[in-house]
């Protein structure tokens, strides 16, 4: 029943008159309060209601999303064909357009898809086709089966058995084609055929030199490319409980330091919170941000194979917890404690300016 309540909302406008009258609602610009920011506040609040959005993409063409928020994470979501997790990876990067939430009384529903997991894939896969922006193959571009062996098997990525599978049945099919026929979100067929071609298991021509926006506003819609590989710098900031609020300003001193304004930045005390920052044209600072408990263990263990630092923040009084995961970071990782948001702005600013491509 629900999920035909997310495919009736997916149809329909955001506009004054098609919300109920006895139901309270917020709406907005999403250029105000991006998707990803949205999702992870109403999460955060523990909302439960239907939140619908609207927007355009890079061609002009309008589209819609929806989805259904319990206490404990989505119970559906729709864009387009589109539902669930390819839905919510498909509209989460939404910065343009406008969004009605419209409150429903609290209820529970334990098999609610994990909302913060799908956040965090979402990270992951924009980060992913982010350092690939220079080599994937024109979206328009015809693809076909590449004669060399895999060395490396990638059937564990979503989507790489389908497209391998569409492109037999029909060599020349472009990933505008994949697109329109698979059931998965461009970023994830983005992905997909990137590793495919690195692999050789398919050829396709790349995409003509182009000028950076600097913006990663539609990065899900439109995959980005440019002339040379973005540098990505990915960082986990590991705090304390209670030293939640060290952290948060450790964040908007950062995002101060880089120039980098973003309309919103959320921060989530209690779970993961993320943040994309974009000081240069072809530099990317890819931040995950998370307090130390056993809970968001998992994700930290998940997150240590990709990290260029993890930073460590409490005021001083350290539980076995924090302690456990600093034995996690392995010598290849650089890492550091810190009691102050100063000496841990300056460490990190630090670890910035020792790569490549991310001089401050």
């Known amino acids: 029943m629900i999920a035909n309540q997310v495919q009736q909302l997916a149809t329909g406008a955001v506009g004054a008159n098609s919300r109920s009258e006895d139901s309270p609602s917020v709406r907005g610009d999403l250029a105000c309060l991006s998707a990803f920011e949205l999702l992870q506040s109403m999460h955060y609040l523990r909302k439960c209601g239907t939140l619908r959005l609207e927007t355009r993409d890079p061609s002009g063409r309008h589209r819609d999303a929806a989805c259904v928020m319990t206490a404990e994470g989505l119970v559906d979501a729709s864009c387009g064909s589109l539902q669930a997790r390819e839905a919510v990876l498909t509209f989460a990067w939404w910065k343009e357009g406008q969004f009605v939430f419209e409150s429903l009384p609290y209820y529970s529903v334990p ?178 941000a998370l307090p130390v408990t056993f809970r968001n263990r998992f994700v930290f263990e998940s997150l240590l194979p990709s990290l260029q630092l993890a930073v460590f923040i409490s005021d001083g009084r350290l539980s076995a917890e924090l302690d456990e995961w600093q034995g996690l970071v392995a010598p290849a990782t650089d890492s550091f404690s810190a009691e102050t948001t100063s000496s841990a702005l300056d460490g990190v600013l630090k670890a910035l300016r020792s790569r490549e491509g991310l001089e401050q």
């Open 111 to 288: 098999d609610a898809i994990p909302l913060q997991e799908m956040l965090l894939d979402a990270v992951r896969l924009a980060d992913e086709l982010e350092v690939r922006d220079g080599t994937i193959p024109e979206r328009t571009a015809p693809l076909k089966i590449g004669a060399q062996q895999a060395l490396v098997d990638l059937d564990h990525i979503a989507a790489v058995t389908q497209i391998v599978k569409f492109l037999s049945a029909n060599p020349g099919a472009t990933r505008r084609d994949l697109e329109q026929h698979l059931p998965f979100a461009p970023v994830t067929l983005g992905f997909a055929v990137a590793r495919l071609c690195e692999e050789g298991r398919v050829q396709g021509s790349l995409a003509e030199p182009q000028q950076a926006s600097g913006s990663d506003s539609q990065v899900v819609e439109q995959i980005p490319q440019t002339a040379t590989r973005t540098s990505i710098f990915r960082l986990s900031l590991a705090f304390e409980p209670a030293s939640s609020e060290l952290a948060s300003e450790l964040i908007s001193e950062l995002r101060r330091k880089m120039n980098c304004h973003q309309s919103s930045s959320f921060f989530d005390p209690f779970g993961l919170s993320f943040l994309r920052l974009r000081p240069e044209k072809d530099t990317l600072v890819s931040i995950t």
